[in-house]
Each structure stands twice: as structure tokens, then as C-alpha cells.
């Protein structure tokens, strides 16, 4: 029962590199997002995908692009890291967009310095 | 504004010793209210989904009560498993159609045996 899989599961970026954020679902659930989670503040949403080939901006999305080529997979692309992207990343999925809940991965904590 | 508050952040308890947790909302149009357990290292476990106001949901020694404001976890006899921090999240009519749920900042629970 895989789930949700990020990876990696920690990473330390230096200001100003790249990189992607990997996730992938076994649960062929056509709804996915992106949320980080910052202490004592509640998850936010960064991107969210309804399918194949669509995306759309959270309430967070400065900073982060994303992709959706496949059902599975959802990866989250920094650009230029800055030390406000220091968080623990989030990705979820869930088999409708309204209503249902969001299935969680284990996270990516990243921190950039 | 959609905006969850929880409450308290942090609660002790001894094995045994039965409490609430919970949860003030304000939304335009609860479409469902989502309780999540979250162990440290780990993504949010879901629990339950609340739909209106007099829906309780039970699983083992947790119990989710709504009403039109608020959502309670009561935690009966509690074992130092259910130590964790319990999430609560929204979702509006507003944001039905992109999923985006409104997360409180969480409680922190610890049960001493």
C-alpha cells in the first residue's frame, strides 16, 4: 500500500539553486496538491492539479512551478531557492475535488541556506 | 475570510484521562470539515469528514462532534499511542471547485502512561 511517495525525504539547497520535489500515486486519483507546512502556522496550499495537463495556483504558488504529465505524478519545481522556502513540503492526492479527503506523503523537508 | 482556529496547542494527558480538542471555523458555506492525525516525521493520516452541523464519526477512542461553528475530538481513555498532533481543516463552497482546504495550526497531544 504505497499511497502517496515524495522524495527525497530531506535536502539542504543553497540560495539560488534548483530543484524538483518528486510525487507519485498509486491510487490513479486524478486530484492532486501541493501544500508546505511552516511551524505553528497550518498547511498551505501551493498548487493543486484536477488531471493530466492542468494545473492551477494556490494561495502560495511565488517562487514553485509545477507539471502534470502523467495521472501518478506531480513534481514541484523551485526556481532560484531563497530562505524562505525553508519548510516541510507536502504533496497529497484524493479521488474528487470537493468533499473527499486528501491522502498525505510522508514529506520533504528542505532547507535552504 | 475562511479561517480555522484550534485549540489548545498543546495538551498533557495522563492514560486514562479523557478530553476534547477543538476546533472554531469560519467559512462561507462548510462543504466539510476533515479531522487528520499527524505523527512527527510523518504527511497528516486522515480520520474523518464531517459534513453538517449534528454529524458525529467514531473510530476506536476518538469521537468528532460539529456544529454550525465548531468541531470537537473527544478522546476517551486515551493511550500514549494517541499521542500526536490532530489536525483540523475546512472546505468552502468557495473553494470547491480547487480543493483547497484551510488547515488550523494543530494540537499537540501527549498521553503519559
Known amino acids: 500500500n504505497a499511497g502517496v511517495t515524495q522524495t527525497p525525504k530531506f535536502r539542504i539547497l543553497k540560495i539560488g539553486q534548483s530543484m524538483t520535489l518528486q510525487c507519485t500515486q498509486d491510487m490513479n486519483h486524478n486530484y492532486m496538491y501541493w501544500y508546505r507546512q511552516d511551524p505553528g502556522m497550518g498547511l498551505k496550499l501551493i498548487y493543486y492539479s484536477v488531471g493530466a495537463g492542468i494545473t492551477d495556483k494556490g494561495e502560495v504558488p511565488n517562487g514553485y512551478n509545477v507539471s502534470r504529465s502523467t495521472t501518478e505524478d506531480f513534481p514541484l519545481r523551485l526556481e532560484l531557492a531563497a530562505p524562505s522556502q525553508t519548510s516541510v513540503y507536502f504533496c497529497?492526492?484524493?479521488?474528487?475535488?470537493?468533499?473527499?479527503?486528501?491522502?498525505f506523503g510522508d514529506g520533504t523537508r528542505l532547507s535552504i541556506l | 475570510e475562511d479561517q480555522v482556529t484550534q485549540s489548545p496547542e498543546a495538551l498533557r494527558l495522563q492514560e486514562g484521562e479523557s478530553s476534547s480538542l477543538n476546533c472554531s471555523y469560519t467559512?462561507?458555506?462548510?462543504?466539510?470539515l476533515f479531522w487528520y492525525r499527524q505523527d512527527p516525521g510523518k504527511g497528516p493520516e486522515f480520520l474523518f469528514t464531517l459534513y453538517s452541523a449534528g454529524e458525529e464519526k467514531e473510530k476506536e477512542r476518538l469521537k468528532a462532534t460539529l456544529t454550525k461553528k465548531e468541531s470537537f475530538l473527544h478522546i476517551t481513555a486515551p493511550k500514549p499511542e494517541d499521542s500526536a498532533t490532530y489536525l483540523c481543516a475546512v472546505q468552502g463552497y468557495g473553494s470547491s471547485n480547487t480543493g483547497k482546504l484551510i488547515f488550523g495550526q494543530g494540537t499537540t497531544l501527549q498521553v503519559k502512561p
Open positions: 467559512v462561507s458555506g462548510l462543504r466539510g
Open positions: 497529497a492526492s484524493s479521488s474528487g475535488i470537493s468533499n473527499q479527503p486528501q491522502h
